[in-house]
């Protein structure tokens, strides 16, 4: 019930009588025992009716009471709920308030796609083989060279130990490549494009595709032999590259870094109808197979530093000579030399697979 009554035409005895216009409003007085009368403001209110808490009544938790329209302070602002109140709601027809999207952190051990925010992560040596290492240590073991763990003894491991392991992850990686892939080739065939994929010398051309060379920790006496460009070292720091992926990110990790390389040597191989053999052992098959004398080789010379030795040797059938090549080791020479003599002989039936093998179509 309002506390206000309405005028009438005359007032009656004991009965306030208010002279014609708008109703004023009042303060409420402070609930208590000896509360106040009523201020009447000069200015008048408007017509809604009073919402003036009752007195001695509990008021409702979370809500402000309603203060006067003049001379009382403006409502304050409410700040963050505490834990376990009930957060406030957006008032209607106001946008609300959005917090803006924050990036997720880059998958760490995730193979090799790396997206351009990423790149910012990412050592030199990670973005030449498109890999994100978790272990820093690993990533660092891997590259490091046994003359190099020498002269900082009790600061670092050597890369030994990934090798043997990398070495069994490349021989499963190509043993399943090839048989999923040549399915009608006979176990013979398989076997020789299994060790074309993983000798040294085909890992040492891996290395250089993805400059591992560059990234290689050698200790000064090796660094100044050469032994960033020798090929046992590359093949030895690939194969400690993939076993850190494979301990790293797992088998899928370390066959997503390898096995495109292994493709794009292989994809001119047919399915079926060839065989493959490397230039020695195919010289000399051939040789005998024409009663012709075995193959020999004899190296014509021998120049250049102890660090950047170049070889030239030459093979031949009895005495006749049949070619001559030069490489940076006598191996890779009488590689090289095998692979023009054969080539003299079959002519453009050969395809070149690695620098020591090829395939021959049926």
């Known amino acids: ?10 007032p009656l005895s004991g009965e306030l009588a208010y002279a014609p216009g708008p109703v004023p409003a009042f303060e409420p007085a402070a609930a208590g025992p000896a509360a106040a009368a009523p201020r009447l403001p000069s200015e008048p209110p408007s017509h809604e009716p009073s919402r003036a808490p009752v007195s001695g009544q509990p008021q409702p938790k979370g809500r402000q009471q309603p203060r006067g329209r003049q001379g009382g302070r403006p409502p304050r602002r409410q700040g963050k709920p505490a834990q376990g109140q009930r957060q406030p709601q957006q008032p209607a027809g106001q946008p609300a308030q959005v917090k803006p999207a924050q990036a997720k952190p880059a998958p760490q051990g995730q193979p090799r796609q790396a997206r351009p925010a990423q790149t910012g992560r990412m050592t030199p040596f990670e973005e030449e083989i498109r890999y994100i290492f978790r272990s820093k240590d690993l990533r660092e073991q891997a590259l490091t060279h046994s003359s190099y763990a020498y002269e900082n003894q009790g600061q670092c491991r050597d890369n030994e130990l990934l090798e043997f392991l990398g070495d069994s992850v490349i021989g499963l990686i190509t043993a399943d490549y090839f048989y999923s892939t040549y399915r009608d080739t006979t176990e013979g065939e398989l076997s020789k494009l299994k060790s074309s994929a993983s000798s040294t010398v085909a890992l040492a051309e891996f290395a250089k595709q993805i400059h591992l060379d560059k990234h290689i920790r050698l ?46 040597t292989f994809q001119k191989v047919q399915t079926s109808g060839f065989t493959v053999d490397n230039y020695k052992s195919a010289l000399q098959e051939y040789l005998q197979k024409e009663d012709l004398p075995s193959p020999s080789y004899k190296v014509v010379s021998c120049t250049g530093p102890d660090h950047d030795r170049v070889f030239t040797i030459e093979v031949f059938a009895g005495r006749t000579s049949l070619a001559r090549a030069k490489g940076p080791s006598r191996k890779t020479a009488e590689q090289r030399a095998a692979e023009a003599a054969i080539k003299s002989f079959l002519g453009r039936k050969i395809k070149s697979l690695t620098p020591e093998t090829f395939i021959v179509e049926k």
């Open 1 to 10: 019930m309002s506390i206000f009554r309405k005028p009438k035409s005359k």
């Open 219 to 264: 200790g000064r006496g090796e660094e100044r032999s050469g032994g960033r460009h020798k090929s046992n070292i590359l093949a030895d720091v690939f194969e400690a590259v993939t076993g850190a992926i494979y301990l790293d990110g797992g088998f899928e990790a370390a066959r997503f870094f390898f096995l495109p390389l292994v493709e794009s």
